[in-house]
């Protein structure tokens, strides 16, 4: 876990996960491991990760199990990253619907939800390779064998968003067969037939 931790921070500088810290990271990978509809992929060379790709087909319940596990955890490195990190403040306000997420698993609102409201069933939510390794073909191939898991399960679509400054994983979406879902002001959405 340290390791995927570690790759992320080190392929996603500055995003509002990365802001949040160490710990934070920790926690919420660890709610991929091992779960039923839920998928981690880590790709190694010699034996070393050098990328990794998490989703599920349960996004709803994902992020539920994750914000009435660890409530009061989030909440106390949230308040400390606010503190600590001013990416966080400028960012806090385009995540108001994890926060009302939280809040509401906290509090047993609400019921689970789908992947998508859209056209997917699983989603994508994070991929990363180490940026040591990036252009070495190590995403094509952790992506091929993400998408055979996922397709062995019987899911038919799945869908991931980008953000729209992060150019080079727009270009590697739309080279590897991925289909433009909708565009939001800050993001691209993609999904993927299978």
């Known amino acids: 876990m ?8 080190r392929a996603f500088k500055g995003y509002f996960l990365t802001l949040l810290g160490g710990k934070f990271l920790q926690i919420y990978y660890s709610h991929f491991i091992h779960k039923k509809r839920r998928y981690a ?6 034996g070393e990760p050098v990328g990794f ?3 599920t087909s349960e996004t709803g319940d994902f992020y539920k199990e994750l914000y009435k596990k660890n409530f ?5 490195l949230l308040v ?3 503190i600590r990190e001013p990416g966080v403040r400028t960012k806090i ?8 997420r939280a809040l509401k698993s906290k509090l047993g609102l609400g019921r689970s939800s789908p992947a ?3 056209t997917v069933n699983c989603r994508l939510l994070s991929i990363a390779v180490d940026p040591a390794f990036q252009g070495k073909h190590v995403a094509p191939v952790m992506q091929k064998y993400f998408l055979e898991c996922l397709k062995n399960d019987g899911i038919e679509k799945v869908g991931l968003s980008v953000l729209k400054e992060n150019e080079r994983a727009i270009q590697f979406y739309k080279k590897t067969g991925w289909k433009v879902e909708r565009e939001e ?5 993609f999904f993927r037939d299978l």
């Open 72 to 76: 009061f955890v989030l909440f106390k």
């Open 2 to 9: 340290d390791k995927v931790v570690q790759i992320h921070i």
């Open 41 to 46: 992929v880590v790709a190694t060379i010699d």
């Open 116 to 118: 998508s409201s859209g």
């Open 93 to 100: 306000l385009s995540k108001y619907k994890h926060i009302w």
């Open 80 to 82: 400390f990253a606010f």
């Open 185 to 189: 002001p800050n993001s691209i959405s």
């Open 53 to 55: 790709i998490a989703g």
